[in-house]
DNA sequence: CGAGTTTGACCGGCGC
DNA sequence: GCGCCGGTCAAACTCG
């Protein structure tokens, strides 16, 4: 699909990516000073990673416990911006001894290879609308097509996830919208948009080009109606208590029709150390439906996971290692000059 | 027939 | 200014 010349020059073209960029997408403060890391999770975390709430949040806000000493933070969320060419944040699997590595070559130029393009844009977007809506009238005459000239970046996470599946289902509907061979790279990426209407969230599916079997997703913006908007995989949300202090909200996932089961999860040592060690950490889902458009709280009486902790060590289908690898605020910026 | 996917073309940003 | 590349559009196509 993708064009031939395009495809060619991708994977002729060796050039290395730099890395030293940041992630001014508008991450929320929370992810300041931390770059990326790993995480393997059960299948459900990921949909809660997406879907944050007025009451609840991100898995992000893991990296605001303050139990977490300044080595524990960074061994989870190495900064990109810092990272050296070498670089390798290696967790190895409990399973075996092959390791996933954070390599200057796949997640974490992903998103620097979007931090370059946008770093700038979205400052002006901050400061300067009016430059930008010269612009899109200017575009507009050449194609009319452009509906939204003045487009907004949302926040983006972005995840490795060890799978042999392409499309992990989260829970939510997408609709491909394109796809594109990546420069690097012999996958192509996979663009996607939620299809529940006014719901802008995009997401991004690649494989890794140093290891094939992780899939890399990007997801951008937050979604704009409860969650799951269309059930689609008998997903349910138990919220049984309201809890900002002891009660327990928790999903419950059922795969229904998964035909491919995977491994069980490989979980990461020190991930899963955090998982189990903190129900703390999970996500509150009460109030469900509310506009999920707050990345930072104190923290919350949240759950990471589906609620059973035996969960974790069960088949979690699609989702089973789930590597949050970038977040990186505007700052870094200046650590890089 | 509607929803979702494929795919070629187009656009804009960025580096050279 | 030009070419590369990521991102998006939209018509055609497929599928249930």
């Known amino acids: 699909m993708e064009k031939k010349p395009d495809h060619s020059k991708s994977n002729s073209d060796n050039s290395n ?9 508008q991450i929320p403060a929370v992810y300041s000073g931390v770059g990326g890391g790993f995480f393997d999770m059960p299948q459900g975390c990921l ?3 997406n879907y944050q709430d007025d009451g609840g949040s991100s898995l992000f806000d893991l990296f605001q416990q303050p139990d977490l000493v300044p080595e524990q933070k960074r061994h989870l969320l190495p900064p990109v911006s810092t990272v050296p060419e070498t670089a390798e944040m290696v967790n190895t699997p409990t399973q075996n001894s092959s390791s996933i590595s954070w390599s200057s070559n796949d997640a974490a130029n992903i998103v620097d290879q979007e931090n370059k393009s946008r770093s700038v844009q ?11 809506q010269e612009k899109s009238t200017t575009n507009k005459h050449l194609k009319p097509k452009k509906k939204n000239p003045k487009r907004q970046r949302e926040p983006r996470f972005a995840f490795m996830t060890k799978t042999n599946i392409d499309h992990l289902d989260d829970g939510y509907r997408w609709r491909k919208y394109g796809q594109k061979a990546v420069k ?18 995009k997401k991004r599916v690649e494989r890794s080009s140093d290891d094939p079997s992780i899939v890399i997703t990007t997801y951008e913006g937050t979604h704009t109606h409860p969650y799951p908007m269309t059930p689609r995989g008998n997903i349910e949300i138990l919220s049984e208590t309201t809890n900002h ?4 909200s928790s999903f419950r996932f059922t795969q229904p029709h998964y035909q491919h089961r995977q491994p069980q999860p490989q979980l990461l ?7 189990i060690q903190s129900s703390s950490l999970g996500f509150n889902t009460t109030n469900a439906s509310a506009h999920p458009s707050s990345y930072s709280h104190p923290l919350h009486e949240r759950r990471f996971c589906p609620s059973s902790s035996s969960t974790l060590l069960r088949d979690h289908g699609l989702l089973e290692d789930v590597i949050q690898f970038q977040f990186q605020n505007d700052k870094p910026k200046e650590e890089q000059n």
């Open 184 to 201: 690097n790279s012999p996958f192509p990426r996979s663009y996607h948009r939620c299809t529940s209407v006014a719901c802008g969230v």
């Open 47 to 49: 949909d809660m990673l």
């Open 17 to 25: 990516i730099m890395t030293s960029t940041t992630f001014s997408d």
């Open 245 to 248: 202090g002891g009660g327990v």
């Open 122 to 132: 979205e400052e002006d977007d901050l400061h300067d609308g009016d430059d930008d």
């Open 269 to 275: 040592p020190y991930f899963q150390n955090q998982t």
